[in-house]
């Protein structure tokens, strides 16, 4: 019976790992201009590889990534 416990405490664990992870691929695909689709289809498939593929992954030059920076402000940049 612990042995059932403590593996739903490892599972828990990681469905947190795996939900984690699509929200900073999420984010770090729509900083760098690609959308949030992206991100979360790569988060859901690759799990935490998916932040280091997004962290590599190049972004394009009218992103946010490039114009403040990777995490920058809240507020609007004009051109």
């Known amino acids: ?4 416990a403590l593996m739903g405490a490892s599972a828990l664990w990681l469905l947190y790992l795996w939900l984690v992870s699509c929200i ?8 760098k201009g ?6 979360i289809a790569t988060g859901l498939c690759l799990s935490a590889i998916a932040i280091i593929v997004w962290l590599i992954w190049p ?3 009218e992103s946010k990534w490039k ?3 990777p995490f920058g402000s809240g507020k609007d940049v004009k051109r």
């Open 24 to 31: 900073v691929a999420s984010y770090l695909s729509h900083r």
């Open 34 to 39: 690609y959308g949030d689709k992206p991100g």
């Open 1 to 4: 019976m612990n042995v059932l």
């Open 67 to 69: 114009l403040v920076g």
């Open 59 to 61: 972004a394009k030059p």
